[in-house]
Every structure is written in C-alpha cells, then in structure tokens.
C-alpha cells in the first residue's frame, strides 16, 4: 500500500479522508475537501463549512460538542523515514489543547489562522481543530498570500526563511506567527524581528497534540528556547530529557529531546537523545534511513550523516561501500518523502566494517563529489 493509500485509511478510522500528497515537506492542504470530510467524519452527517475560501457559500461554525469525545484520530508523526508511524489521539485531547492554545495566543471569533502546513500532521490538524474549537476560520493558501490577511499562522523555520528571502513583511493583521517544528536559528529570528514578524516560539509533537510550550519572542531569549508550558502541561527534565504530562495522555510522554528548564519556566531545547535531525521541520532518523540504504542492490554498509543546507538546515546525504545504479537511486527517491531519503550519494571507502569517523566523512565530502544527487535537491 502507498504511502497516500494508508493514510487515507489510518487518519481517520473507518473512514477516506483526501489528504495532501505531493513531492514536498510543504505542500498545501487542499482546503475545503479536506476539511468538509475530517470534520464531516468525525460529526457523522455531510459537509461542514469551515473554511474562508469556501466560494459561494458561507463559513457557519461547527459545535466540537457535536463530534464525539471518543472518537480516535490517526495521525502519522513527523519523524517517518519511510514507512509512517501512526499515533492515535482522542478527539477531547485534541479540543483541550487547541483550546489552551487558542487562549494563550489570543484566537477567537471573526480571527483566521493560516493553514499552510501539511494536513496528515498533527500541525496542520490543528489549525482546523484550534478554527473549530475559536469560532474562527482556517484559511488555507501560500504562506506569503496569508501573512497579509489572516491574524495568526503556524510555520516552520523553513518557510519563515523563504518569506524573509522573499522580501515578505507581514501586515498588521498577523499577530501571531508560531514557528516551530525545528530549531529556528537566532540569525533569523533577529532578522523576522526586525522587520515587525510577531514571533512566537512553540514546541509540541504529535502525542502531545501538537503545541505544549508557547511564548512570545522579543529577541533576548536563549537559543533554544521555546516557550512556557501551557496550563495542565507538566514539564520535566529525567536523565537530561524533556518528558511531558498533560490531558493528552494517560503516562508519561518521552520526547527524545534534550532540554532544561531557565529558572523563569521556560523550555530551552538543546538538541536529541538520540543521532537524529531535523530536515525542514521533519525528523530524520539516520539508523532508520540507514536500514533502507542497506535494502538495496549490493549495498551491505550504508552510514548517513546530516549536512547543513541553507534553507532545509539539515539535509540528509549518505555513504554506501557498493554504489547501485542511477537509475536504482531514482526510484529510491521517488518512493520516500523528500526528507527521508539522502540529497547525495558518496562511495565508502574500504572500511572493513569498521563504522568511519565523522572527520573522515567531512574530508571525503570535501575532496570528492558525490556519485548520486536527489534531483532538484537544491530547493
């Protein structure tokens, strides 16, 4: 089953729900289908009408009351390198918590908040239940169109560079720009702020319902930090690791993040418990990417490595002792994710086995070219 075909089946139990499924980390949810068939499952009756760009008819709130407290979400989490992982929510978890953020970022009745991240994740969901749960609107489009009419808007750092790159100011209608998804480096916070970006820092997962921490930037803080937890939300540092409780779970939640609390409550992230990275708000697990390397022709060592990249971060690119055909590389990159498979390929040296250091990977980037390159990996 392909990747569009599963979570078709998995968002939602029992029901087709149309999702997003391009050739990029960003693509646009497609808007009204895709809402008028979450919403209208979840509710068990037809169309809900929830969205801005609803032409020709008008936007009428949906009461979350309506839609069972039992009912299960499936979401896939944002570190799949392949296959997705599915993490199941209660609808109540998800209303609690877009009505904790709603209240801390002021959202409510006749604001919108713009949807431009991608639908079957937890933080394109969100937008939709925060809408819903506010008596507002979601308002589906380009990030550049939507920092020019909506109040509020989530986002990655990623597409905060390209609006910056682009020239973009926001209007004074934005009041909110939460980015989050990955680490957003201090240069550019300091440049959004700088031309009148109202920046808020957040942090969350997919089993926390999406955004847990939330705070206003004003430039000072510390690199890492990512807001104060939201009421009910319980923060806590074991053995170095951020855990989470909190109404969308029934235990603990281990996040795999690295973290510490200032002396103010506040969350400052400082990187993973394990080897992994961020590509463009999307976790990339290098042992699991690693695994799928060793699936193809010949290939018995594969090493994955993170490479910085302008506007991704971290891109990954790969290191195999038997290099397989171009043509077989192709089709690798065009069954995954743009951010689950290597942007280049570089022959291994003769290792006898032995995993190659980190400097010895570095000097080979440097001194050789890469015998493979995802195409158009330069976006």
Request: glycine fraction near 10%; hydrophobic fraction near 40%; charged fraction near 20%.
């Amino acid at each position: 089953m392909d990747l569009a075909s599963r979570l078709r089946s998995e968002l939602v139990r029992g029901a087709s729900v149309g999702l997003c499924a391009g050739d990029g980390p960003f693509d646009l949810p497609p808007g009204e289908d895709f809402a008028n068939r979450f919403l209208g499952t979840l509710q068990d009756q037809g169309v809900v009408e929830l969205l801005r760009n609803a032409v020709g008819s008008p936007t009428r709130t949906v009461v979350p009351g309506q839609i069972s407290s039992d009912a299960l979400v499936h979401l896939r989490t944002s570190g799949t390198t392949g296959e997705p992982k599915v993490r199941t929510l209660r609808w109540e978890a998800m209303v609690q918590m877009a009505t904790l953020v709603n209240h801390a970022v002021a959202f409510g009745p006749g604001d919108s908040w713009g949807w431009c991240l991608p639908c079957d994740h937890i933080g394109g969901i969100s937008v939709l239940v925060r809408a819903l749960v506010a008596s507002a609107v979601a308002d589906p489009g380009s990030p550049a169109d939507l920092v020019q009419r909506c109040t509020h808007i989530s986002l990655v750092p990623t597409q905060l560079r390209d609006l910056l790159d682009d020239g973009v100011r926001p209007s004074s209608t934005l009041r909110c720009a939460m980015v989050g998804g990955a680490p957003t480096p201090p240069a550019w916070i300091h440049e959004a702020l700088e031309l009148g970006w109202p920046l808020y820092a957040t942090w969350g997962a997919t089993e926390t319902a999406a955004a847990v921490t939330i705070g206003r930037r004003s430039g000072s803080e510390p690199v890492g930090y990512s807001g104060h937890p939201l009421p009910g939300v319980q923060l806590s540092i074991e053995d170095g690791e951020v855990v989470v409780r909190g109404p969308f779970a029934e235990g603990p939640v281990l996040t795999g993040d690295l973290g510490r609390l200032a002396e103010d409550g506040s969350l400052i992230i400082e990187g993973r418990s394990d080897d992994g990275f961020t590509c463009g708000g999307h976790n990339v697990r290098p042992a699991t990417l690693e695994s799928a390397l060793r699936s193809l022709p010949g290939v018995r060592q594969a090493v994955v490595v993170a490479q910085p990249h302008p506007r991704w971060q971290h891109v990954p690119i790969a290191f195999l002792d038997v290099v397989p055909s171009l043509e077989v590389l192709d089709a690798f990159a065009c069954e995954r994710e743009p951010w689950s498979t290597p942007h280049a390929v570089y022959r291994l040296p003769d290792l006898e086995g032995r995993k190659p250091s980190q400097s010895s990977l570095d000097t080979l980037v440097t001194e050789a070219s890469p015998v493979w390159q995802r195409p158009a990996s330069g976006r």
